[in-house]
């Protein structure tokens, strides 16, 4: 398979909220926002599509329409986690894992995006030693 672009879509019970979330909070650039349906593109990474769908919407197919978004988490790499957590929360996004660094060589924290998609922001830092030995 040869790719062209890729893209990733989330159901959604409020489009709009939710493209506004990704613009504002993290950046996306909107490309298409209906009722139903929104497009977006972040400028570091052309090619890669986030969009939102209407989990109502016949777009979503017979076995996604009228579903839920769950277990839905958008991991997203930056130099600095600890100043992003203080601007994402200053936005008033909802941290769901504080800040903390982790063995194996991230620092992470998490906040909730409309419906219910966890976003994790990491910064790669050096692993703990010791757990880099195991």
């Not at 060589?105 to 030995?133: H, K, T």
């Amino acid at each position: 398979m040869q790719l062209q672009n890729l893209g990733f879509v989330i159901l959604s019970r409020d489009v709009r909220a939710a493209s506004q979330f990704y613009v504002d909070l993290l950046g996306f650039q909107p490309l298409v926002v209906l009722d139903w349906y929104a497009s977006h593109q972040h400028p570091s990474f052309e090619g890669v599509f986030l969009d939102v769908l209407d989990a109502d919407h016949e777009a979503a197919g017979g076995r996604l329409r009228g579903q839920e978004t769950t277990g839905t988490m958008i991991a997203l790499v930056v130099a600095d986690a600890t100043a992003e957590r203080e601007r994402l929360a200053g936005l008033g996004a909802e941290v769901v894992l504080d800040l903390q660094d982790e063995p194996w060589g991230q620092r992470r924290f998490q906040v909730l995006a409309p419906d219910d998609v966890v976003v994790e922001v990491v910064q790669r830092i050096d692993p703990d030693p010791s757990w880099s030995a195991g």
